[in-house]
């Protein structure tokens, strides 16, 4: 596809969800998934953090989140430490938390990436949520919230202070609790 036909596809994607219009062409095949009625926000660049932390302080059952990079910085303004922070409160105050990560496995290229996700996942687990890692033959690229068995956080954003500060992102906030079911079945396969 031609890059000015590809845009042309995404821009009437986009135009067409935000409007509520039906699509001109199907996103899916039907055997994809359910067709489902959502309330959905668009959370671009800086503004899905603060959506991402709200909906972690007011989870009363489960969060599950899946990111390819969960990266802590030291600093005070680190918003990836703060929602590290955030989850661990949330288990501390009985959510269900968990946590899945890309791992690339020993000695690959991308070492950096395993040493990062490692020590975001020692952190989380000394504060009670559970942390599991995909196979290192796999790579999960995935960046996904699961909240309460409703709200679904779905997009480009992984969790560094980059992306959630600096780099054009997007992501996408999904009320359904039928979408919620489908990814937290997407997840539970990884």
């Known amino acids: 596809m031609g890059r000015g036909v590809g845009r042309a596809v995404v821009a009437t994607a986009l135009a067409a969800l935000l409007l509520g219009a039906p ?11 359910g067709d489902h009625t959502a309330a959905t926000t668009l959370l671009p660049n800086r503004e899905f953090a603060p959506a991402l932390l709200r909906g972690i302080r007011d989870a009363r059952r489960s969060i599950v989140c899946c990111y390819y990079l969960f990266k802590m910085g030291n600093n005070r303004g680190n ?10 409160r949330a288990r501390q105050r009985g959510v269900e938390v968990t946590v899945i990560l890309e791992t690339q496995g020993g000695g690959s290229r991308n070492d ?3 040493a990062d996700n490692h020590a975001t996942a020692a952190y989380l687990t000394r504060g009670g949520v559970r942390v599991f890692f995909d196979s290192p033959s796999v790579t999960t690229h ?20 980059g992306a959630l500060t600096h780099n054009n992102e997007l992501s996408v906030l999904i009320d359904s609790p039928e979408v919620a079911d489908e990814v937290r079945a997407a997840l539970k396969r990884l």
């Open 112 to 114: 950096r990436l395993d």
């Open 142 to 161: 995935t960046k996904a919230t699961v909240i309460d068995d409703r709200y679904v956080l779905l997009g480009s954003h992984n969790l560094t202070q």
């Open 79 to 88: 918003l990836p430490r703060r929602i590290a922070e955030e989850l661990i």
């Open 23 to 33: 699509l001109p062409f199907p996103l899916l095949p039907a055997s994809a998934g």
